[in-house]
């Protein structure tokens, strides 16, 4: 285990394939009549979460006398532990009582925030230098590089997206054999991923605007179920596959953190749990009076979306791509830390907790 490369698999091999069934099988419809407060959480939320978390986290390592901490790195910490993981809310999700439609809200953030995430995280390095030497010279270009990065990594990614998934659409309809169908969104999640690390776009970005294009246009009134069950039953397969796969390996990346333990790192991610709750909580808070979206009382709605922020593996891949002088000891720690606690305690009690708040509501709403 001490020679897997954790980060290379989840970023560069399962993190496509993954995003994609999410966008593929997501609740198109609820997203698109909730699009405004998806787009708003997943990238004001996660601008003001990298912020709350960087600045929160240099005042625990601070605290704790970890003074040679620079606040760059704890923002990469705060960029890379943001986003509420796809892989971990589709899987936990699909299990629990929670309505239909506040799923569909948390997945289309997730799926969205993921993207949008991986781009600030990037950028974020880049400020650090640790993007290797076209980081450094962009760290010293001032604020223009930056804003050329993201704008580059988000419009390409979706504008790669929408090709890749109009294509596919076509290819499909021409094909009209199971076998096909399925070769046929196998190449496109792999060639869009691929193609969009050539382009220096944001692959996850792409993947799932491709994934609701093609699920989308699949579960139109006109077009009959037995054309898409097909579809269907492979990439759930995939899903679990590649979910059992990923769950079991981030337990035995554990094996590989007791080299590095301190005590102190034990600390430090305990206490960045509630940092990384209140961020999560300032972040859906501060946009929601500006959404049309409700779950109850506008308290229960707060409650819902900042529990129901699970971490997953895409936060521990972030943490294990970084270079050791980036703190990464520290923030890898800290980072398992606070993702075993979102999958062990909030995945486990988010069900319960939506019965206790909406009563009324059932699995089928």
Known sequence: MAEFDFSFFVLDFAL???????????????????????LIFATLGILLSTFIVGGLAFGLVQ?????????????????????????????ILKETSVPRSLQADIAGESLLNDGVAVVVFLTILQLAGGGGEQ???????????????????????AALGAIFGWVGIKLVRIAKAPAVDILIS????????????????????????????FGTALRKPGVAAEEREHLDTFWEGIDHILNAVLFTLMGMVLLGLSESFELRYLFAGILAIPAVLLARLISVSLPLP????????????????????????????????????LSKDLILHMTYIVVAFSILVQGLTISPLVKKLLPESGSAQ
């Open 135 to 157: 980081g450094a010279a962009e760290s010293h270009g001032g604020a223009l590089p930056v804003v050329k990065l993201f704008a580059q990594e988000v419009l390409g990614g």
């Open 290 to 325: 500006f959404t049309k979206l409700r779950y109850g009382k506008p308290g229960t709605t707060i409650a819902m979306l900042t529990w129901g922020g699970l971490r997953g593996g895409i936060s521990i891949a972030l943490a294990l791509s970084l270079s050791g002088e």
């Open 16 to 38: 496509g394939f993954l995003i994609f069934v999410g966008a593929f099988t997501a609740d198109s419809e609820a997203m698109q009549r909730d699009r405004w407060p998806i």
């Open 186 to 213: 196998l190449a496109m999640v792999m060639g869009c991923y691929a193609l969009s690390w050539k382009l220096h776009v944001s692959g996850a970005l792409a993947v799932v605007v491709t994934g609701i294009i």
């Open 63 to 91: 605290i704790l006398g970890m003074t040679s901490v620079p606040f760059i790195h704890c923002l990469l910490f705060g960029a890379l532990i943001s986003p509420t993981d796809p892989i971990a809310v589709l899987a």
